[in-house]
């Protein structure tokens, strides 16, 4: 009996000794699950838009000695497609982009030139334009600074209009083909919707134009600002 009784009061002790233990442990609690990062903003993907501006054009004629030179400027809309990759865990975005434009530039200047004594006008059109071009940019988040730089068309014609009696009159047209560079800066407006705008100088270089019985030779150069806004499909696409 007494043997019970010891045993049971030993087992009692050690019951309260370790539930007094148990109090004394801290308490911890589970750590909150942590939410998955919003992925950053990034401009890698292909890309769609639209775009208008103006193009001050320059065209430097040479005939038979005089230089009618002309400026063809006016209004310009087109489109433009592109690709760009923004590299991992930095700024640096490389990119492609092609665009076609339409432009209304038209101009005409007098010259006697072609028969002597009668008047004619020379006059440079610029029917459309387009590039090919790579671009390099360096993004601020939602933000794009980029510089491009490629191959440049225009196409031009050269025409030859009589003012007067016994005057030449006469067209000639080519694609001229050169170079172009510029830079712009671009916004997300969303992660779809992009806004831009953008200086390019494009030079098409020197041609010869067969006009109205004449060697005609032109060199043709622009500058011009555009606004643009495209929408920007997902990287994965």
């Not at 050269?158 to 050169?178: L, W």
């Not at 510029?182 to 098409?204: K, M, P």
Request: proline fraction near 4%; avoid cysteine; aromatic fraction near 12%.
């Amino acid at each position: 009996m007494k043997r019970a009784t010891l045993f049971g009061g030993a087992a009692a002790l050690a019951l309260w000794g370790g539930a007094a233990f148990a109090a004394d442990i801290p308490a911890y609690e589970a750590a909150p699950a942590v939410a998955a990062p919003v992925p950053s903003f990034t401009w890698s993907g292909p890309y769609l838009g639209l775009q208008a501006g103006y193009g001050w054009f320059d065209a430097d004629n040479r005939v038979n000695g005089f230089k009618p030179d002309s400026s063809p400027d006016g209004f310009t809309v087109g489109a433009y497609a592109g690709y760009n990759h923004q590299l991992e865990n930095s700024p640096l975005v490389l990119g492609v982009e092609a665009d076609i434009n339409y432009t209304d530039g038209d101009a005409r200047r007098g010259t006697r030139g072609f028969t002597g004594a009668s008047d004619t006008r020379i006059g440079n059109d610029v029917g459309f334009t387009g590039a090919v071009r790579a671009r390099v940019g360096y993004a601020f988040d939602r933000f794009l600074v980029y510089g491009a730089g490629g191959l440049a068309f225009a196409d031009h014609e050269v025409k030859a209009r009589a003012t007067a009696p016994g005057g030449a009159s006469g067209s000639d047209d080519t694609v001229a083909v050169g170079w172009t560079i510029g830079g712009g800066v671009e916004a997300a407006l969303s992660d779809n919707v992009t806004a831009r705008v953008e200086y390019r100088y494009s030079d098409f270089g020197t041609d010869s134009f067969s006009v109205a019985g004449s060697r005609v030779k032109s060199d043709l150069t622009e500058n011009r600002v555009m606004l643009g806004v495209g929408y920007k499909f997902s990287s994965g696409w």
